[in-house]
């Protein structure tokens, strides 16, 4: 009995180790993330219309996904197309960064073409990979175990996450954010991405093919979904705190970096502050989910999220130090938003339609998140020609972007959701809950601070 189990223990192993070595191009990959962000502010000097351009890309790759899909799916199953494009997006990094190596410091408009570009082309790898990988792993990952595995991989990706981040702040530190410092940090993440590649051609599916990627009548799968109001709403409620998210985090990094004064070292230990905070309140938001569903925990989660952040507009750069606080907050709300909105989508989905389910919330959300950055590089560029007070500028459209994403939380206001109990379902149950864990767990969640499994109970 043992040895028909195998098979399946060889490739949670594979699936784990490949998450290990994939965690830091994961960071690399992204332009609004802490690497990426100070390279191009501070490097490349790239200003804000360029970097509002560049911002976009992973979300212009996202939306047309729904349209590349059903091509796809006719020529390559999911394994196929999961590891083809995989290799794509490495080999587009590697001729990234042999461009790196040689792009003009003192040229933004040469640098701002060169990685609108490169994040244009790879964004769009990704997001196909992105969406074959999340049909492999349901083929190969048992659903008994799949929370409690999901778990344990995630637990370890935080392990490379962090030994990254610290790796990229000694360097950034050391080498006071040089061209090298950089370059060594994206090499080191793209070897490591490659070793995670070779390491996923180990895993041997039960269809070896992974299986199709979409129906034959995805038209049809994407029409019937109309029909789920629910889901629909959802989906308005993601575009609209999508679009003012984007515009935070077009518009923050460089404020942070090019008016406050904020070193990349400094913004990576935020980053760094970030991630730990979220990960320890992992469990708490888990178990509110559970009890009280996930849409009181999306809305209370945004608001306070948001309602902290304020805190932008007060800080100076003789009170930098508050940004521990600000990025604490931001770290522990940021993922119960993101855990809620996850689980609350799953729900709504109709089983029948899970993958035109997934592609069209992509789709709709990353339209939006696409235009934002655009918008937000567009009026600081303005505010620059004009000669407006940038310090004012600044602080204003953070502020108006924070009234935003609290403003969208309402949307969900009325939103019916599924297996869960409606005398629970409330945002006063699970503030109650909140503030009771909060005082008496301390730090007891640590040894679990994973994935949570939801369970069914006994009413």
């Known amino acids: 009995m043992r040895s028909n189990h195998n098979p399946s223990r060889r490739n949670l192993r594979y699936s784990t180790l490949d998450a290990l070595f994939a965690t830091p191009w994961a960071l690399v990959s992204l332009p609004g993330s802490f690497l990426m962000a100070g390279m191009l502010s501070s490097l490349f000097a790239v200003g804000p219309f360029w970097f509002g351009i560049i911002a976009a890309m992973p979300a212009l790759g996202n939306a047309l996904q729904i349209f590349l899909i059903p091509f796809t799916a006719r020529f390559m199953k999911v394994r196929d197309l999961t590891l083809g494009q995989c290799w794509l997006n490495a080999g587009l990094w590697l001729s990234g960064l042999t461009g790196i190596a040689f792009l003009p410091t003192d040229n933004p408009q040469v640098a701002g073409w060169f990685f609108a570009i490169l994040f244009c082309l790879a964004s769009i790898s990704l997001s196909l990979l992105g969406l074959g990988w999340m049909a492999w792993i349901g083929d190969f990952v048992p659903s008994k175990i799949r ?161 902290v952040d304020f805190g932008w507009v007060l800080i100076t750069p ?42 069209l919330n992509l789709t709709a959300t990353s339209i939006a998140a696409a235009i934002a950055p655009v918008l937000a590089g567009i009026i600081l560029s303005k505010a620059q020609s004009f000669s407006w007070d940038i310090i004012l500028t600044y602080r204003s459209v953070i502020a108006i972007g924070l009234a935003g994403c609290i403003g969208s939380a309402f949307i969900l206001i009325g939103t019916h959701e599924p297996e869960t109990h409606p005398t629970r379902n409330n945002i006063q149950g699970a503030m109650r809950t909140l503030r009771l864990l909060t005082v008496t767990q301390g730090l007891a969640f640590v040894s679990n601070a994973t994935m949570v499994v939801r369970r069914r109970r006994k009413e």
């Open 147 to 307: 929370g409690r595995y999901m778990g344990r991989r995630n637990r370890i990706s935080n392990i490379g996450a962090l030994g990254f981040m610290l790796l990229s702040l000694f360097l950034l530190h050391w080498m006071e954010a040089s061209r090298t410092a950089y370059m060594i940090l994206i090499g080191l993440a793209l070897a490591a991405r490659i070793v995670s590649i070779m390491v996923q051609h180990l895993i041997v599916s039960p269809d070896p093919s992974g299986g199709a990627i979409a129906s034959a009548n995805w038209a049809r799968d994407i029409k019937d979904l109309l029909a789920h109001k629910s889901l629909l709403r959802f989906i308005l409620f993601g575009s609209v705190v999508g679009f003012w998210i984007a515009f935070l985090g077009a518009v923050a990094p460089l404020y942070a970096l090019k008016e406050l004064g904020v070193t990349p070292a400094a913004f990576t230990s935020y980053s760094i502050v970030a991630t730990i905070a979220g990960a320890l309140f992992v469990p708490i938001w888990g178990q509110l989910i559970d009890k009280h569903g996930a849409r009181p925990v999306i809305m209370i989660s945004l608001i306070t999220w948001r309602a």
């Open 318 to 359: 003789q009170s930098l130090h508050w940004m521990y606080a600000l990025w604490t907050s931001g770290g522990i709300m940021a993922t119960g938003y993101l855990l809620g909105s996850f689980t609350l989508l799953l729900k709504l989905i109709p089983k029948q339609g899970r993958t035109a389910g997934i592609s």
